[in-house]
């Protein structure tokens, strides 16, 4: 996303806007791993604390996770710069 | 001077990047990572469909780019 066509003001404006949007955006991020982490780990109902397997899942299923974000990306960097996506200009 | 139609011009074409990504990171979480979760880092196999993934899904949304322009031009 190039907005070099944009002023300095504007560009200024822009930065504040992006880096709200990344608190929100990592808020989110925390919130959806918790649920994924959840529902695909603990499913063992007969202790109330987590058990030393269902922690260990969650552990991998967050590392996991967020290795997996991290490829999608790279990748998604290369091929939008190889494209323009519609609905951008 | 700050155009006001700019900035939301931007703060829209931002929004609609991160949503792309999301969405694209959560459909190929779907297809590609098994959620037993026997290891912390990606399996070789589980890279490589990501990689696919996500090529596969910048052409299915070229593709409906394209029929939706053409439906437009009827």
Redesign the interface.
């Known amino acids: ?1 190039d ?1 070099s066509r ?2 300095q ?2 560009q200024a ?2 930065a504040a ?2 880096e709200h ?1 990344q608190m929100k ?1 990592f808020l989110r991020l925390y919130s959806n791993l918790v649920q994924r982490c959840f529902d ?2 603990a499913n063992d109902f007969t202790t109330k604390t987590l058990t030393g397997k269902e922690g260990e ?1 969650v ?3 967050a ?3 967020l ?3 991290e ?3 790279s ?2 960097a290369e ?2 710069e190889n ?1 323009q ?5 | 001077m700050v155009n006001p139609q700019n900035i939301a011009m931007a703060e829209q074409e931002l929004e609609s990047v991160t949503d792309l990504f999301n969405r694209i990171a959560e459909s190929c979480h779907t297809k590609c990572i098994s959620t037993k979760y026997t290891q912390s880092d990606l399996t070789q196999g589980e890279a490589v469909c990501i990689d696919r993934c996500v090529s596969k899904f910048f052409e299915v949304n070229v593709k409906i780019g394209e029929k939706m322009q053409k439906m437009g031009q009827n």
Do not use: T, Y
Not at chain 1, 85 to 89: H, I, L, R, V
């Open positions: 996303m907005f944009f002023n003001a504007e404006q822009i806007m992006i949007k955006d695909d780990c899942c552990n991998k299923c590392d996991k996770f290795k997996h974000s490829r999608v990306g990748r998604f091929l939008s494209m996506a519609p609905g951008s200009q």
